[in-house]
């Protein structure tokens, strides 16, 4: 079974960047569909992006353009590139794995998660 553990979060100003990392243990990483989600204090948990077996990949809408999700299965880690922060995207952002084949966009489709990482946007 593939475990998960963020990295990358911290505290930035708005405009700034962010490179999130997501290292996955376990040989199968590479058949798993792999996204990000994120939640902000008192709201719920969020779709951010992800990236099928393929390469596939699909984002929100309040991110699109300014995001981007990738992965190197050599070494067994889901990135996300996070360019022109907003105050908005203050939240922990989890990684999270689903083992099935369908790329969907529910938290509730994914079979494993990361402990977080927490990002902080200021204005």
């Known amino acids: 079974q593939v475990q998960l553990v963020e990295s990358g979060g911290g505290l930035v100003q708005a405009g700034a960047s962010l490179r999130l990392s997501c290292a996955a243990s376990g040989r199968t990483f590479s058949r798993y569909i792999m996204g990000w989600f994120r939640q902000a204090p008192g709201k719920e948990r969020e779709f951010v992006a992800v990236?099928?077996?393929?390469?596939?990949?699909a984002y929100a809408e309040s991110v699109k353009g300014r995001f981007t999700i990738s992965r190197d299965n050599a070494k067994n880690t889901v990135f996300l590139q996070m360019n022109s922060l907003k105050p908005e995207g203050t939240a922990v952002y989890y990684c999270a794995a689903r083992s099935l084949p369908k790329m969907l966009i529910t938290a509730s489709a994914y079979d494993l998660w990361g402990q977080g990482t927490q990002v902080t946007v200021s204005s």
């Open positions: 990236i099928s077996r393929e390469n596939t990949t």
